[in-house]
């Protein structure tokens, strides 16, 4: 697969920012903001890789190096606030 020329993924993201303006929640289908939404960071995630092909790889050998990157994460239903964990505390010595 080549990389798109500038126009096409100039084009292909003015269409993506059109979609991410018309995103919301609907009462009579509130399953459809969150299909939508998945679909366009799919999309995002498609046109980085074939503008820069190397940086999935760059990505996956920083994540195997162990990076942390605080924030927080879904976890059935829930969503879980994720810290660094901090040294424990050294005993202190009675004198």
Known sequence: MSAPSAAE????????V??????????SDPERFHVD??????????LARELDP????RQEERAKRGRFSPG???????LIKVEKRRAPLKPRIAA
């Open 72 to 78: 927080t994460i879904a976890a059935k239903g829930r």
């Open 9 to 16: 993924a100039a084009r292909r993201l003015r269409e993506i």
């Open 37 to 46: 939404r998945d679909s366009v960071a799919v999309d995002l995630g498609r």
């Open 18 to 27: 059109d979609r991410v303006r018309r995103l919301m929640p609907l009462r």
């Open 54 to 57: 190397e940086g999935e790889r």
